[in-house]
């Protein structure tokens, strides 16, 4: 199994380009299901997840592909749904594979789909997307851990989502898409993720206004015809890699990313000390210092990220004084705590908030990647630690970042992959 080798080296320097954005691409290739003819994506990562979308499309009866040898884009012809089943063995590697049930639903009339059930992170029940669906008129039957849901046709209808939920604005706005008449989403998720979908549904002849606010209103369609998209660049790559560059105390360019997605985590970061610039499609930060100790708190869009709680985290743990992190998004995302310990790092977890007291230097030690952000907050933490890191269970972190090390690797960091 492989394994990631950090040696904490000295500042990162230079440009780097983030790849497609992961959590995007995957809800825009359910989206594709809700045509016929060949939607085409560009810009896609080249990740796991990624292949475990196109499988589940390819099991649905579509043709999902790769657009060719080396490129960066993704073919979906979903003229034909001969099976609208997606099976437990593809729907427990990732979850996101539940956003086909609101696109099935709505091309097919019924469809079958496993739970997801809950993951390391948290719970995540998805009774928010099936409250959607109800309200659209669709009967739904919870059998043998899969959820079997039917409607001869939709209609439209109203939905106060309870909580805020990426996967389950998209799942219910898709199916909206095509149904009779108006829904109204209240209480919707604002993501970036979300309006990027609203887009492509928008390219595709759909009628939704509103994405981005939390109040999305769709005039349901007769049909929607296959489009092309560029997937935008990964905001939470793009911090990630920001964050490399503060705990390093280097300079770097981050390129292919809107640094208006990442309002509140450049905010965080110029509040710990980083000099950043801002171009349209580029972010530039300088660490002059030692980084300084913050409070956050994780919330939905526009709020700070969740997504971005453990590589922060990993910076504070070297900063000077003591910070407060409080995860309010997923009950259970400090799986990296115990790792960071490992490594030196003084945090004491009281509920939802660890109180991070900065060292002068972290120690490398062997450590375990837990999920996908915590195995990159260790990454994060191992560039600058005193020594060498090993982090196993890197396939955490092949879900969702390509190449991670050749891109550090680029901008001067010691670190290789091991087999
Ligand atoms: C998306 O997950 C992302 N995944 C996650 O990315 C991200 O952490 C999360 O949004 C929050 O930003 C994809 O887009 C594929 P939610 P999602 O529904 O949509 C609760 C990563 O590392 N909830 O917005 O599944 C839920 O338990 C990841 O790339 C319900 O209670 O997250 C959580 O506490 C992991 N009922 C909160 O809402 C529901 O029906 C927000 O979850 C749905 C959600």
């Known amino acids: 199994m492989d394994r990631i080798v950090v040696r904490g080296s000295g500042p990162l320097r230079g440009e780097v380009a983030v790849s497609g954005s992961k959590n995007s691409a995957l809800a825009l290739m359910a989206g594709a299901l809700l045509a016929r003819g060949e939607t085409v994506l560009e810009n896609v ?5 990624i292949d475990t979308m196109l499988e589940i499309l390819r099991a649905l009866g579509a043709r999902a592909e790769w657009q060719g040898e080396g490129a960066h884009a993704v073919c979906i012809d979903a003229s034909r749904i001969h099976n609208p089943e997606a099976p437990y063995d593809l729907v427990r590697k990732m979850r996101a594979s539940f956003l086909v049930l609101g696109p099935l639903l709505a091309r097919c009339g019924a469809a079958r789909v496993s739970e997801p059930g809950g993951c390391a992170i948290g719970v995540r029940p998805v009774d928010q997307h099936l409250k959607g669906f109800e309200a659209l008129g669709a009967k739904l039957r919870l059998d043998h851990g899969y959820v079997d849901a039917s409607a001869a046709r939709l209609r439209g209808g109203h939905v106060a ?3 805020s939920t990426v996967n389950g604005t998209q799942n219910v706005m ?10 109204v989403l209240e209480n919707a998720a604002r993501e970036p993720e979300v309006v990027e979908l609203a887009e492509l549904l928008l390219r595709m002849g759909a009628d939704v206004r509103g994405a981005g606010t939390d109040r999305i209103v769709v005039q349901g369609v007769e049909s929607l015809r296959a489009a092309r998209h560029r997937v935008s660049g990964d905001r939470i790559e793009a911090g990630t890699l920001l964050c490399a560059a503060m705990v390093t105390q280097g300079e ?3 390129a292919g990313v809107d640094p208006a997605h990442l309002e509140s985590t450049l905010d965080k970061l110029r509040e710990c000390g980083a000099d950043i610039e801002t171009q349209p499609t580029r972010v530039l930060l ?3 210092e030692r980084a300084r100790a913050v409070r956050f708190v994780t919330a939905p869009y526009p709020g700070f990220p ?3 709680q453990a590589q922060l985290m990993a910076v504070l743990c070297s900063a000077d004084g003591s910070s407060v992190v409080t995860e309010r998004v997923f009950e259970n995302r400090f799986m990296h705590v115990p790792e960071l310990q490992r490594m030196g790092a003084d945090i004491a977890l009281s509920g ?3 109180h991070v007291t900065g060292v002068p230097k972290l120690a490398g030690a062997p450590v375990m990647a837990t999920d996908l952000r915590a195995s990159a907050g260790l990454i994060v933490a191992a560039l600058a630690a005193e020594g060498e890191t090993v982090v196993s269970r890197v396939y955490h972190i092949d879900r969702g970042y390509e190449r991670i090390e050749e891109k550090l690797r680029s901008l001067g960091a010691d670190i290789r992959r091991e087999g």
């Open 161 to 163: 989502f309870d909580v």
């Open 352 to 354: 939802r908030s660890a």
């Open 306 to 308: 969740t997504d971005m």
């Open 252 to 254: 770097v360019l981050v």
């Open 174 to 183: 898709m199916a909206a898409s095509l149904a009779d008449g108006e829904t």
């Open 286 to 288: 300088r660490m002059p």
């Open 45 to 49: 990562p080249w990740l796991r997840d």
